[in-house]
């Protein structure tokens, strides 16, 4: 995680952006506590990690501040893709498309019928090539700088 903020985000972000998103992104271990936690691994080493919530938090590891953990309906309400980071030596390779595969099909098998994100401006690219749509951007400034991040969601009726 620490590799992916720090360096695929440069390009996207100003340095001062960069240490401000360590407020803003990381682990919430809810997701693993709740099983939805996907971690893979490739040539022996861990390539990248992501998963999906029926929690109410959008975004955001265990330090940042208003998390939500209300679940959620899957009759009127969107699972959360969460916490997903490639390590850069794995990037572009299909690591990020996977998980968000793994998702998808996990969410589904429990009723879901739309995903929500919170993309990061060098992970929109990975979500508009996967269908999702941008709902709306946000400036997110909890971490002293703010951070460009956009609110992203599917359909994943059958």
Same mark, same amino acid.
């Given at each position: 995680?620490?590799?992916?903020?720090?360096?695929?985000?440069?390009?996207?972000?100003?340095?001062?952006?960069?240490?401000?998103?360590?407020?803003?992104?990381?682990? !919430?271990?809810?997701?693993?506590?709740?099983?939805?936690?996907?971690?893979?691994?490739?040539?022996?080493?861990?390539?990248?990690?992501?998963?999906?919530?029926?929690?109410?938090?959008?975004?955001?590891?265990?330090?940042?501040?208003?998390? !939500?953990?209300?679940? +959620?309906?899957?009759?009127?309400?969107?699972?959360?893709?969460?916490?997903?980071?490639?390590?850069?030596?794995?990037?572009?390779?299909?690591?990020?498309?996977?998980?968000?595969?793994?998702?998808?099909?996990?969410?589904?098998?429990?009723?879901?019928?739309? +995903?929500?994100?919170?993309?990061? +401006?060098?992970?929109?690219?990975?979500?508009?090539?996967?269908?999702?749509?941008?709902?709306?951007?946000?400036?997110?400034?909890?971490?002293?700088?703010?951070?460009?991040?956009?609110?992203?969601?599917?359909?994943?009726?059958?």
């Amino acid at each position: 995680m620490d590799a992916a903020i720090a360096e695929l985000q440069q390009g996207f972000l100003t340095p001062a952006q960069i240490a401000a998103s360590r407020t803003i992104m990381g682990l !919430d271990r809810q997701l693993i506590a709740d099983g939805t936690y996907f971690v893979i691994e490739a040539d022996g080493q861990i390539a990248g990690c992501g998963g999906w919530s029926r929690r109410a938090t959008l975004y955001g590891g265990d330090h940042s501040p208003g998390r !939500d953990a209300a679940l +959620l309906d899957p009759a009127r309400d969107a699972a959360r893709v969460r916490a997903m980071y490639t390590h850069p030596a794995f990037a572009r390779r299909g690591v990020g498309r996977l998980i968000l595969a793994l998702c998808e099909d996990a969410a589904r098998a429990e009723g879901f019928t739309r +995903l929500e994100l919170m993309g990061t +401006l060098s992970g929109q690219p990975l979500y508009l090539s996967a269908g999702y749509t941008v709902i709306e951007e946000i400036l997110d400034d909890r971490g002293g700088e703010p951070v460009p991040l956009a609110r992203m969601g599917k359909s994943i009726a059958s």
